[in-house]
């Protein structure tokens, strides 16, 4: 007989399991993968849902949740803007912040996401995807280095938010 729960009922499922994980041991090793199937389906989260805390933070709570299935936000990888000071930023200030993210994405060492990858697979936790939303503005360069970052997490799947006009290019990377 299978069990079905309502959303309220698995929010108290996962809350409970977060209380019950802050009372026991939190060290896991890297040999100990977290399961996180509830009657028979897989539950995992974008660590959006955890883009209050730095991604240390995060995967804290991936393990204390527990959650065995990640897709990586950008923003936990990424500088982010600070967003109140874009608001009120210039034309100009926003087209250099913006050229400068596009050169941590250029620049930044490859070895720099594996690390990422690997503190993610030391928790337990599956770093299934990366979520890297691919913009109009993308250059070339930057749609390949986000398959390139990808696959340095050791993601299998690139989820996006991509722009239509977007859509073409990727396809032809």
């Known amino acids: ?12 499922l996962v809350l409970g399991g977060l209380g019950a994980s802050a009372l026991a ?34 995967i804290e709570a991936y393990v204390a949740v527990p959650l065995g299935e990640a897709e ?32 941590w994405r250029l ?6 996401l594996r690390q990422i990858g690997d503190k993610f697979r030391a928790a337990g936790v599956d770093l299934y995807a990366y979520n890297y939303s691919f913009q109009d503005d993308f250059t070339d360069a930057e749609i390949d280095r986000g398959f390139e970052m990808a696959k340095a997490l050791g993601a299998k799947v690139i989820t996006a938010s991509a722009n239509q006009k977007a859509v073409p290019r990727i396809a032809a990377a």
């Open 1 to 12: 007989m299978t069990t079905k729960l309502t959303r309220r009922e698995w929010h108290r």
């Open 72 to 103: 990586l936000w950008q923003g936990h990888v990424e500088p982010r803007p600070d967003y109140a000071r874009l608001q009120q930023m210039s034309a100009a200030e926003k087209t250099e912040s913006r050229e400068k993210l596009r050169q």
């Open 107 to 112: 620049t930044t060492p490859l070895a720099t």
């Open 25 to 58: 041991s939190t060290t896991r090793g890297a040999e100990k993968r977290i399961d996180s199937r509830f009657h028979g389906v897989l539950i995992g989260a974008q660590s959006y849902s955890f883009r209050d805390r730095p991604l240390d933070k995060a």
